[in-house]
């Protein structure tokens, strides 16, 4: 069998591996198709992370067909059309570390009951792959608490920072602003509903965004009103300047990952009462990114593909790109 996995830093390979050996509460899926992200990225520019000498599976965003179950799953059968939940917090991972990933044309998923949700026939594969980002997203604007008729600025509009557009768009939320250098990125936003998008190269965001959203007064000089961010891009500079410039009582939601320690200025976060949320995975209702999926066209987030022979290329192409939405990998797109 087949599987993607990382064996030293910048080496991604598709490896032959033993077939999987399922248990009583596992299910086999044949995967259709599976997103590549940046914490991949980090992955295999890290080495992996899974210890000297241990390659390290990869593919935690995928969907497929049901092929087997074990006689004590209960929630599915084989034929089922499913997106797979990599992550439960107490078990082990697909993907990003754990002893299984996506990127294989057959994946073992254990504890099934409690990683996969059926989709229906209406929703295509490579869409329902977008589930696992867009609950990444959608978690993030959960966790900023954001009111009714509160303005936002998603900072980075990358797959993450595009989920959370679209999950706020989707619950009605119109004073919606998206930051990326990439103008590919930023037309994707305002695509998905964007009151506006800036260039933080080209534009002062913050007076911007005082600009649309109104000022309020602060010891230092009036602040944006802007009543939510959200970081997305974890790049370390950034989270600094959002800190420093973001209004008075603005929530922060942090969902871009930072694996360095961030210079950040609790003076700012003291005087301006700021509230900074972390956001890590998914909320606690998984389903509700497909149910998005099924209200909202968000096929315009996958901007390129790629088959399951070509994934090295595919991973090239994403480290060399900051203009892509979601680049997907079609490991059968014929189920």
């Known amino acids: 069998m087949l599987q993607v996995r990382v064996h030293g830093p910048g080496d991604v390979r598709l490896d032959e591996v033993p077939d999987p050996d399922p248990g009583p509460r596992d299910a086999l899926v044949r995967i259709a198709a599976c997103g590549i992200c940046g914490t991949d990225l980090s992955a295999v520019k890290m080495g992996g992370l899974t210890g000297p000498g241990q390659p390290m599976c990869l593919g935690h965003e995928m969907s ?13 059968r084989a034929g089922d059309r499913v997106v797979v939940q990599p992550g439960t917090g107490e078990l082990d991972r697909i993907g990003a570390g754990g002893p299984q990933g996506g990127l294989t044309p057959l994946l073992l998923v254990t504890e099934a009951d409690r990683r996969l949700h059926p989709i229906p026939d209406s929703l295509p594969f490579d869409l329902a792959a977008l589930a696992e980002p867009l609950a990444v997203g959608m978690h993030a604007v959960d966790q900023s608490a954001v009111a009714p008729g509160a303005s936002v600025a998603v900072i980075g509009c990358g797959p993450i ?3 959370a557009i679209a999950t706020l768009v989707d619950r009605g939320h119109e004073r919606v602003v998206g930051v990326d250098l990439s103008a590919a990125r930023r037309q994707l936003a305002a695509d998905l509903g964007a009151q506006a998008t800036f260039d933080p190269t080209a534009t002062d965001v913050w007076g911007e965004l005082a600009e649309l959203h109104g000022t309020k007064p602060f010891m230092f000089g009036p602040t944006p009103a802007t009543d939510v961010v959200i970081e997305a891009t974890g790049v370390a500079s950034v989270l600094t300047d959002v800190i420093d410039h973001a209004g008075v009582g603005a929530t922060i939601s942090v969902v871009g990952v930072h694996y360095a320690p961030v210079p950040t200025s609790f003076l700012m976060v003291l005087m301006k009462e700021l509230t900074l949320r972390g956001s ?17 066209d968000l096929s315009g987030l996958i901007t390129h593909r790629y088959p399951l022979v070509e994934v090295t290329e595919a991973f090239d192409f994403l480290a060399a790109s900051k203009d892509c939405g979601k680049v997907l990998v079609e490991v059968d797109p014929t189920r």
């Open 64 to 76: 497929g067909t049901v092929d087997w179950v074990g006689p004590e799953v209960a929630t599915v």
């Open 280 to 296: 890590i995975e998914y909320p606690p209702r998984f389903a509700d990114a497909i149910d998005l999926l099924e209200r909202r």
């Open 161 to 163: 920072g595009l989920a």
